[in-house]
């Protein structure tokens, strides 16, 4: 099954708020956000431009792995030097197979300059389930409907 549906339609479903930190927020910082908001990721934003990404494997291999503390140390110290983003515009199935290629679990969304969204894997397929469904209920529906006419 093809899974051309923009991103853009994925994000429409999700709440609008994105949370973000800066990269001389604390790790601790970080950690506590994630927790509040039941995120997995941050968006690292340095004057308005994504800088990077912040997630709970940074955390659980960068730091606690490393014997650092996450009230000494700075998210900018931890986030990966690589970014991983995609555009409103790019499918549900490039963004499924460019997080398995680059194995990650969370994308920003960029349009321009700008972080319009993050996604994750989750997401994704819950998405998928959910499109998933929704064709099958079609299908059921069509068959019904064929079958007393």
């Known amino acids: 099954?093809?899974?051309?549906?923009?991103?853009?339609?994925?994000?429409?479903?999700?709440?609008?708020?994105?949370?973000?930190v800066t990269p001389e927020t604390t790790v601790f910082d970080a950690i506590r956000l994630m927790a509040e908001k039941n995120v997995g990721a941050l968006p690292v934003l340095a004057a308005g431009r994504l800088a990077g990404i912040f997630t709970e494997r940074d955390y659980t291999r960068k730091v606690a792995l490393a014997g650092k503390?996450?009230?000494?140390?700075?998210?900018?110290?931890?986030?990966?030097?690589e970014i991983v983003t995609v555009t409103p515009d790019d499918s549900v199935e490039d963004c499924m197979r460019l997080m398995t290629d680059k194995r990650v679990r969370h994308l920003?969304?960029?349009?321009?300059?700008?972080?319009?969204?993050?996604?994750?894997?989750?997401?994704l397929v819950n998405w998928i389930i959910s499109t998933q469904n929704a064709?099958?209920?079609?299908?059921?529906?069509?068959?019904?409907g064929s079958l007393t006419a």
């Open 108 to 123: 920003p969304v960029v349009e321009g300059m700008n972080v319009v969204g993050i996604v994750s894997i989750g997401d």
């Open 1 to 20: 099954m093809k899974i051309a549906f923009p991103i853009s339609s994925l994000l429409h479903e999700k709440t609008s708020a994105l949370w973000s």
């Open 135 to 144: 064709a099958i209920e079609q299908l059921e529906q069509y068959i019904a």
């Open 69 to 81: 503390t996450s009230k000494d140390t700075r998210v900018r110290e931890v986030i990966a030097r």
